[in-house]
């Protein structure tokens, strides 16, 4: 197996950009090994004109698509968040501040997991009230759906324009 | 709590019903002679039927029969120390051998868990070396020799391929669908547990009485003779039925039962008065992909039926 | 912008198996053109030798890391599926439809588990017989292996070859 490959490989396969010494620990190679592979993939990959470039950045190597390519064909990744635990999203913003177990009863037993992963992604906040949580949009929530939305309140009216908008 | 011993062994007799001729049924003719063993005393001496439900179920998980996962201990437990704080008489013998099997059960399910556990190995020579390969399993001697060279290399003879996991942000339009369709969802949902709540309030008090009165195990067997007239054919549930009250309701629980064994499949054709349709599942494999659009669009109704 | 590296970032964009109207749609190309784009990126990407490669999977097309690559840097990818459910995987395939009860006299107790997982995954499909389960593989078993078969019987073959037919 040549070493350019190998190094490629493990570009290819972090999706990330990676340090030199993470490279090396990753695959078995020498620091020095891994630096001339670095440099020569650099090459390579700017001279053959693909829609695929080898880019250093800072300390870092990254394997991705050149920047004209990656807008027109942005659209056949996955979205970042699945459709499921999308509609849980939406409708905690809409109906907020709400209940877990409220939420529970419109979208069954998935409601826990789900809000624990929306909690994780800082996209809600959760406190104790009775024996349930109340439920509520984070400030980063309209940011991170790109929705011109400052409060609570305007986000929710984000969302009852939807529904007031939507075909009957 | 006689009831739930005799849950067993009717779920068993039932079972050995349906099993056709050239069936092999020796196995489920083991559990069987397990359980009447069980009920005269062989394995354990155990009298109460509470006790003996509890030992009946054990010893099934213990033979392999169920998923060890699928039996909750916490809750045998919680039901085991009320019935003994109600009982005032414990029996310390039975109490012990019944510790004893739950904790085996716990052992086959810590089992699972420490695989799982386990980091990679370098190499698996020996991973499922402890398995005895049945011979009688394989119909070709060719099938043995891949299980054989399956099991004792060090790889697995597949891997998931590496691609590349990019992903993009979700767009307006997304969410705007999403909450949509979530409104809908939640809406249904919302319906269907108020028509639920609804229909408890309606059912009388001693209806659990007098299901418990019928036979449940010769009621499943005649809707499923009902069931066989139709050769497989996709059936409107009122078909099955005749005008008495009682036989609709033994007939609509018995297609509920043979639905959680996964022997027909039921589903609605519009919530919530539309017609309910039964299909036996056939032997052909093609059955599950063969669906028609109207019954995937219904797996929604009828995931909701079936916890009716 | 060059058609064969618009195609080439779509592919590398998507990190799935597409079908040709799928790409022609998402980039806004003709089906003629992605067809005869995929083609010769086929061909490129086995002419040089580098750890990539472009496949073609019944009907659709995939980038992807080289097999023999993908070991050496496995230590970087997210998620690794465990060597022995990857195992039970496999004789599902070959020995499909297998009754569950068989398949726990293969590989014993974890056999549950191990199904549970795979349907999980939706790669395989399960139901009643006598007093076990059948089980047989579902339609997106050879896209998630990256298996070229189109129907039960070819990955039942495919297996076949790859166990039988490779060096003892």
Known sequence: MEKDAIVEAALFCAGRPMETEEIAEGVGLTLEEVKASLSSLVKDYSSTGGAVEVVKMGKKHVMQLRGSYAKRVMGLAEARIPKDLLKTAALIAYHQPILQSHLQKMVGQRAYGHVKELKEMNLILTRAKGNSLELTTSKSFPNYFGIDATNREDLRKWFQEKVQGASP | ?308
């Open chain 2, 1 to 308: 709590m006689k009831e739930n011993y005799e849950a067993v062994l009717n779920h068993l007799l039932f079972h050995k019903s349906l099993i056709s001729e050239e069936d092999d049924s020796t196995r489920i003719d083991r559990y069987l002679h397990m359980v009447e063993e069980i009920d005269k005393g062989m394995h354990i001496v155990v009298d109460d039927p509470f006790e003996k439900s509890i030992a009946a179920m054990f010893e099934l998980v213990i033979e392999h029969q169920f998923d060890p996962w699928d039996v909750d201990l916490r809750e045998f437990t919680k039901m085991y120390l009320k019935q003994m704080k109600g009982g005032g008489y414990v029996n310390f013998v039975v109490a012990g051998k019944l510790v004893l099997m739950a904790w085996s059960i716990l052992k086959l399910q810590s089992e699972e868990v420490l695989v799982w556990a386990e980091p990679p190995r370098e190499r698996e020579e020996y991973y499922f070396g402890d398995w005895d390969l049945d011979p009688t399993v394989y119909q070709e001697p060719e099938d043995l020799d891949f299980t054989h060279a399956v099991l004792n290399r060090s790889d697995p003879p597949v891997m998931k391929p590496v691609r590349t996991q990019n992903t993009r942000p979700v767009t307006l339009i997304e969410l705007a669908d999403a909450f949509d369709e979530a409104r809908k969802e939640a809406d249904l949902q919302m319906k269907i547990d108020e028509l639920r709540s609804k229909s408890r309030k309606q059912v009388p008090h001693d209806f659990v009485k007098k299901v418990h009165m019928e036979n449940l195990t010769e009621d499943i067997s005649v809707t499923w003779k009902r069931l066989g007239k139709f050769d497989g054919q996709a059936v409107p549930l009122h078909n099955l039925y005749n005008h008495d009250i009682w036989d609709r309701v033994t007939v609509f629980v018995s297609v509920l039962f043979l639905a959680m064994m996964q022997k027909v499949r039921i589903w609605q054709r519009k919530f919530p008065h539309g017609e309910i349709m039964v299909k036996t599942l056939t032997e052909s494999e093609d059955d599950i992909v063969r669906f028609s659009e109207e019954e995937i669009q219904n797996d929604l109704t009828q995931e909701k039926l079936a916890v009716v």
